[in-house]
């Protein structure tokens, strides 16, 4: 209740108000009688004339189980009749996605982002772009990458529970379509093909997911094995900032090097941008390792418990620079269910994340003598669909696996992944010792120096590629092809121990994941592991000039120390002490050439990409103090009793 004294002096004010407001409309009604109102040529609504178009663009809101809508765009070839659907969930855009050209006809307004645009036109399929929960148009709350219900997610929706009730309305809702539905996409479109996996609708006929977010922890995008990938701070930025993605980061830094150099860590950095207020960077910070709250949400563990339902194709890039993680681990977990052989197939081909839609001839500097994606969308693709979405087509002959081995540039068709041979001889693993005098040989080391050394210095850490370094991005920016970088930038450095093999004498083949078996130590108490397998080029190349002393990494990855005896917690390193560190680089399928080298390059910062890891055990580096970061002297060890090797996967012997 209001007292008397606090009204009476309340009066005075509201009548000042009072007079103030009549005032100010007297004067509107002045300014509009002597300035008046010129006529809008806008329509309240306008309805564009699209008789002449050869599609016909349908704008919904979906409702879903909870009541939230959905934000659906439809596209359907004018005279469609039992067509198979393809859905597209995203949280990109779905208008912008499917207004990329302003043209009538559907192929060139699906061009760019969705290169098997030539796939939907010529096989008529009806495509559908969907905007998830929380982005663009879509109503509700947005989570990145939304747990299923269940630990990580209370609530009675997610990702899968929407791609079945969107499912379920498209088949009740478009007469033109035959009720059979497929799910594509690449990164986190690609995410959601597989979420659409878990107790999926009976329409779901084929899932397609490329280059697919599945353990944002071990691979894909937040971390590698422990290590954070600080330059993606900008895309949380972005994505989790704004609905429609319209709060934009910004850097007052030509080069990111000098960007986070000058915050130091990358907490510093996201406090001064803001980021605090961002509920997935909070997540991060409150998890730098690997607990339940990211074990609860992988999906290839959460797909090894579910049964096998949907035909599955999974689309890998060998030089994936942003997942290179996702495609092969679901791969692992689910194909042991195909007790068929025909529900889960697996494709590797030789690009960045994504290229599969795009050209595919070359990657950075690197050429294969034709189009490989194309190759892929025509005679991969294109019959795997139609055998599964169209009335009547024929069974498509898919291989297993379809694997793309570079060195040699061709396609093969294999049983199964890593056994790398037609008729089915295994992988043996070959441990490549490093040897003293910064030689690579097989032969286990016998005698020489203990050990190799070099001091990382996290006031000078070792660029990931040749300054200046360009932001995450796409079109002009050269980040695709980071992973195929000549990595002599790095080996010239005192911070980098290189070591080299003999030139080979014949060809080496390897088909699956190396694996880093080193024995270091540092001064610290904390360190990165930074290992690569390169392969050199002669230093003469008479067909490619420019490619002459190329260093070609086929496969590289970091480790961060404190998870040497497990991930789930972090442990600080005895100092100076050789401590055995073991983990798995991406795979690969390649020939090392009769001319060429093999290299292995060893170094302890690899930035800005990743954090740099202070050399002090710190609770949360993501956290860390300037004074936390100190120099530290490493050690790689190559004596007999503490060889450290790379177990290559070698075909054939």
Known sequence: MTSSRFAAGIRPALFALLLTATGLLQATDTAQAKYPNYPSETPAKFVPATASFDYERREVMVPMRDGVRLHTVILVPKGATHAGILLTRTPYDANALTNLSMSGHLGPALQGYDNVADIIVEDGYIRVVQDVRGKYGSEGDYVMN????????????????????????????????????????????????????????????????????????MGDDWFHNGAFRQQNLAYIYEQVGSRDNSIKWWTNYHDEYDLFMHYGSAGALADAYGMRQLGFWNKLLAHPAYDRFWSDQAVDKLLAAQ???????????????????????????????????????????????????????????????SDTAKYFREKILRPYLAQYLKDGAPKADTAAVTAYQTGSNQWQRLDRWPLACADGC??????????????????????????????????????????????????????????????????????????????????LTISGAPEVNLVASTSGTDSDWVVKLIDVYPDQVAYEPEMGGYQLAVAMDIFRGRYREGFTEAKPLAANQPLSYRFALPSANHVFLPGHRIMVQVQSSWFPLYDRNPQTFVPNILLARPADYVKATQRIYHAPAQASFIALPVVGG
């Not at 929407?162 to 539905?181: A, C, F, R």
């Not at 690609?190 to 997911?209: C, I, R, T």
């Not at 889960?344 to 795009?358: A, R």
Request: charged share 20%; proline share 12%; aromatic share 10%.
């Open 146 to 217: 939304r747990p299923l219900h269940g630990p990580q997610n209370p609530t009675p929706v997610d990702d899968a529970t929407d791609t079945y009730d969107t499912i379920d309305w498209l088949v009740k809702n478009i007469p033109e379509s035959n009720g059979k539905v497929g799910t594509l996409g690449i990164s986190y479109d690609g995410f959601e093909p597989l979420m659409a996996l878990f107790n999926p609708h009976p329409a779901l006929k084929v899932s397609v997911p490329m280059n697919p977010m599945v353990d944002g922890w």
């Open 426 to 507: 295994p992988t043996k693993s070959r441990p490549l010792y490093l040897e003293p005098g910064s030689k690579l040989r097989f032969n286990a080391p016998a005698a020489g120096a203990a050990y190799d050394e070099y001091v990382s210095d996290p006031a000078h850490p070792v660029p990931f590629r040749a300054r200046p370094i360009q932001p995450i991005g796409y079109g002009t920016f050269t980040w695709p092809q980071w992973l195929v970088d000549d990595q002599r930038e790095a080996s010239g450095r005192t911070d980098v121990l290189s070591y080299v093999s003999d030139v080979l004498t014949a060809p």
């Open 307 to 369: 049964p096998l339902k949907v035909p599955v194709m999974l689309v890998h890039s060998l030089w994936d620079q942003e997942d290179i993680y996702g495609a092969q681990a679901v791969y692992r977990a689910i194909k042991p269910k195909d007790t068929s052989g025909t529900m889960v197939k697996l494709v590797m081909g030789p690009w960045n994340h994504g290229q599969e839609i795009g050209e595919g001839s070359s990657l950075g500097a690197i050429r294969f003598g």
